[in-house]
């Protein structure tokens, strides 16, 4: 019988509501702030390029390449997306569920958004090395990159990669990726022991969508400053590197060396500001809608009163 209720807690309409909530919250942030997100990869993948201000990187894209480029691959990013925090809305709600409210911690938040983390790389990956690709699409002239015109989409772009690659290149940077679940598990462990204080101290009532908004940017950034490196390398393990010394099947250990070798420990944060800056705007405006919406549907379900 308790197994029954626990599969009722896992896929009720509650965590459906959470996920779908968090889906749209993350397309329409990434929508509002995409250059950011291609400055990022810009810096992050091309060598050669140097590391100005967000600004004056999204100045020298437009004027050399136009204001399109900005906006190169949004759509498979924002399905990606979309994909992605459904996953992940729905794994880490659905196993809090499982655990009594008063159990709730920032100890079993962090363990909840690992498990649920990790559940999301595994399925969703294959998803970023297209994109990664995509993006980056027009900018290579490397030979081994000229395949990636033959395909545009996401759907198109998983079977190119399957056919001509093998299975194997789809999870091209799991293991970071892997590592990397601690950056939302710390930007949900901080979100949700934020919330509880803040949510105490009313007398648990709920404070208004744009505290939620500034909670969201605290998370992320706290989550994006401690992962940084991880995140460049898992870049480049998707993309594919282009060091001279390096074997094309370098491991995480091996990149990173080698850029704190020939770069300093700076090249390990190269294009952080743009990260910063795109995450942290992004989760903000994620969660801020992502509560308005769930907000607005427990409001029409369970008839509760819609706190602004």
């Known amino acids: 019988m308790g197994g029954r209720q626990h599969n009722r807690n896992i896929f009720s309409y509650e965590t459906l509501v959470h996920a779908i909530s968090g889906a749209a919250g993350g397309v329409v942030a990434m929508a509002m702030f995409f250059p950011l997100d291609t400055v990022r990869s810009r810096l992050q993948l091309e060598e050669d390029r140097k590391s ?81 690709r995509l993006k980056m699409r027009g900018i290579d002239h490397t030979p081994e990159r000229n395949n990636n015109n033959k395909y545009n989409t996401l759907y198109a772009g ?38 509880r204080r803040i949510c105490m101290s009313l007398n648990n009532s709920q404070p208004s969508a ?58 390990l944060y190269k294009g952080m500001e743009a990260k910063l800056l795109q995450t942290i705007l992004t989760a903000a405006l994620m969660f801020f809608t992502y509560e308005k919406i769930s907000r607005f549907v427990f409001h029409i379900l369970l008839h509760k009163p819609i706190l602004r």
């Open 210 to 267: 744009w505290v939620f908004f500034v909670i969201g940017a605290v998370a992320k950034a706290i989550a994006t400053v401690l992962t940084y490196p991880l995140q460049l390398v898992q870049t480049k393990l998707r993309h594919g590197h282009k060091y001279p010394n390096l074997p094309p099947n370098a491991g995480i250990l091996e990149i990173l060396f080698y850029i704190l070798k020939k770069q300093g420990l700076i090249g």
């Open 52 to 132: 100005k201000s967000t600004l004056a990187t999204i100045r020298d894209l437009v004027e050399k390449e136009g204001p399109e480029t900005l906006y190169r691959g949004i759509i498979p990013v924002l399905q990606s997306l979309c994909a992605s925090n459904f996953v992940y809305f729905y794994t880490f709600h659905g196993l809090k569920m499982l655990k009594s409210q008063r159990k709730q911690s920032a100890k079993n938040d962090l363990f909840l958004a690992s498990i649920a983390g990790a559940i999301n790389v595994l399925t969703t990956t294959p998803l970023w090395v297209v994109n990664t």
């Open 158 to 195: 998983l079977i190119h990669i399957w056919k001509y690659e093998g299975i194997k290149s789809l999870w091209a940077g799991t293991l970071p990726s892997l590592m990397l679940i601690i950056n939302p598990a710390i930007q949900f462990m901080t979100y949700e022991a934020i919330k």
